[in-house]
């Protein structure tokens, strides 16, 4: 086993799940490297020192350009503001250093561009933050599909609601301001990453963004509150794509639903362990979805439990992550998602914005 000193940039909900998962990814997947907390990095010095003390860093500073340049930091985490991480991945590449990003990639589709062509020219591993994707159910998904286990997929539907901006009474905040703190830029990432890893490419969308709640506390709201899209899929299929943080009731609702010529697909990440399965076999009288819990015969369950159904949660989703990126470092061959899909991410919603203003179907850019 080898060490891997890691710098993470910000310290708030994110980076304490990637503070966690750092220091627990060693003894749950038994890795080859196995990660040291060396320096985090804060908006300022007295919040670096509390997330220091907290999570278990050696060294701590209130300018991310420290962790960036620190000799004990290998690998950069980056879980500051979306306008902060092409800055900041650019100064890691510079500096020799891998990184993993949060999502969206950047603030911009130009930031995207930017971080990707530096990922790729430094050679050096690279990985967006999408864990959702990561739960046992989603990969056992995935592999379903690419087994052709309910033939050839027809529809695909897929959501991302939560309600944290239903009530409109609510004030604003920081996220009812700018392009990039929007639904479209905060929530949409997670589904369209989940439809590209299990559909694969979309050809062309037609997309509509509103913002529901125009005024909050009598502070104008400039950014989107729910946004769909109609999609055509490479592969022939249609879609819809449904994204909101006004969905009244649903706190955290990633969810699709995927119908096939031999059968369907049903998953909600509010019942993140359950896959319901339908297949078309046998007289119409015994056909039925079946509820399939996650146990150890599905993707990366075995390492956090030996029993069937006891499940897995959010931070456990993070620690394959970790994984997934330090195996990244030791053979240094790509896993994904790596930057380049970020862009892909980024492309799509740059896309749906000029499809709203328009009215009408695009084809998604080459990236």
Partial sequence: MARIGIGLI?????????????????AVFDTGLRPQLEMVAASNAASASRYRDAYGFARSSGDWRDVVADPGVDAVVIASPQATHRQIAEAAFAAGKPVFCEKPLGASLDDAKAMAQAAEASGLPNMIGFNYVRT?????????????????VT?????????FLADPDLPANWRTSGRANGCMGDLSPHMINCALALMGPIAELSARIETIHPMRGGV???????AQMMVRFAQGAMGHLYFSRAATGRKMGYAYEIHGTKGAIRFDQEDQNAVHIYRAEGTEATRGFTRILTGPEHPDY??????PGHGTGYQD?????????????????????????????????DTAFTSAERGSWLPIPQT
Avoid: S
């Avoid at 529809?155 to 309600?163: A, I, K, S």
């Avoid at 075995?302 to 029993?307: K, M, N, T």
């Avoid at 993070?318 to 030791?330: K, N, S």
């Fill in 317 to 349: 989703q993070i620690i394959i992550e970790a994984r997934d990126f330090l195996r990244a470092i030791e053979t240094g061959t790509p896993v994904w998602p790596t930057f380049r899909d970020g862009l892909e991410v980024a492309a799509i919603i």
């Fill in 10 to 26: 910000g310290g708030g909900y994110m980076g304490k799940a990637h503070a966690v998962a750092m220091a627990a990814v060693g």
């Fill in 136 to 152: 046992p159910a989603t990969q056992f998904v995935r592999k379903l599909l690419q087994d052709g286990a309910i033939g050839d």
């Fill in 155 to 163: 529809w695909f539907r897929g959501e991302h609601t939560e309600d």
């Fill in 220 to 226: 104008e709201v400039d950014n989107d509150d729910h």
């Fill in 302 to 307: 075995l390492a956090f439990c030996q029993g």
